[in-house]
């Protein structure tokens, strides 16, 4: 399947995928845009993802620049494209006072930064994370999931999950639903959304 923003190419090695990545998809060397998907080092083969709107992904550090300039706040980039969105994630030194509790912070500026790109690029939308924030409380998520799951099987029992909220619902949707012998659904309780696993 073909993705509009983006393309993964894997080679022997990280520079063979960049030539291929100039040769096939006719990019200039000044503007590619890639991240290292495998270094090909621990394991074969080398993989990298190309960004095929490359000038999206100039906006996207132009704004980003410009607002944690403002904030002064010295930090690294790494932009993801995907099929929908992007997800960047941004490394500062000191991340805490811009994520704030439970990410909440996090969660406004994320909103923020997406009303200034949708006035450059109406249908562009990013995911913001700090530090890696979002990714380990994601793993953390799947982690209790999985030691659910494993009671369920051990007890052929149902069992309850935490409440969850919808961005949580999805993450667990997306990642239990390739998971076999079991099945899991949702009940509303106290305006809580309640995550059930069931065995099949």
Same mark, same amino acid.
């Given at each position: 399947?073909?993705?509009?923003?983006?393309?993964? !190419?894997?080679?022997?090695?990280?520079?063979?995928?960049?030539?291929?990545?100039?040769?096939?998809?006719?990019?200039?060397?000044?503007?590619?845009?890639?991240?290292?998907?495998?270094?090909?080092?621990?394991?074969?083969?080398?993989?990298? @993802?190309?960004?095929?709107?490359?000038?999206?992904?100039?906006?996207?550090?132009?704004?980003?620049?410009?607002?944690?300039?403002?904030?002064?706040?010295?930090?690294?980039?790494?932009?993801?494209?995907?099929?929908?969105?992007?997800?960047?994630?941004?490394?500062? @030194?000191?991340?805490?006072?811009?994520?704030?509790?439970?990410?909440?912070?996090?969660?406004?500026?994320?909103?923020?930064?997406?009303? !200034?790109?949708?006035?450059?690029?109406?249908?562009?939308?990013? @995911? !913001?994370?700090?530090?890696?924030?979002?990714?380990?409380?994601?793993?953390?998520?799947?982690?209790?999931?999985?030691?659910?799951?494993?009671?369920?099987?051990?007890?052929?029992?149902?069992?309850?999950?935490?409440?969850?909220?919808?961005?949580?619902?999805?993450?667990?949707?997306?990642?239990?639903?390739?998971?076999?012998?079991?099945?899991?659904?949702?009940?509303?309780?106290?305006?809580?959304?309640?995550?059930?696993?069931?065995?099949?």
């Amino acid at each position: 399947m073909g993705h509009e923003r983006f393309v993964d !190419i894997i080679g022997n090695t990280i520079e063979e995928c960049i030539e291929k990545a100039l040769t096939e998809q006719g990019i200039e060397k000044n503007r590619l845009r890639f991240i290292v998907l495998n270094d090909g080092i621990q394991a074969k083969p080398a993989k990298i @993802r190309v960004c095929l709107k490359p000038e999206e992904v100039e906006i996207i550090e132009g704004v980003l620049k410009n607002f944690f300039g403002y904030l002064e706040v010295r930090h690294e980039l790494e932009i993801i494209p995907r099929d929908k969105r992007y997800s960047v994630n941004v490394n500062i @030194r000191d991340p805490y006072w811009l994520i704030g509790k439970e990410g909440q912070l996090l969660d406004q500026i994320e909103h923020l930064l997406n009303l !200034i790109i949708r006035r450059k690029i109406p249908e562009l939308s990013l @995911r !913001i994370d700090i530090n890696n924030f979002r990714k380990r409380k994601e793993e953390v998520l799947k982690n209790k999931a999985l030691a659910v799951v494993a009671r369920v099987k051990e007890l052929h029992k149902e069992m309850r999950f935490d409440p969850v909220n919808e961005e949580e619902w999805r993450i667990l949707r997306d990642f239990l639903k390739d998971i076999k012998d079991i099945r899991f659904y949702s009940v509303r309780e106290e305006n809580k959304t309640i995550l059930v696993i069931a065995p099949r």
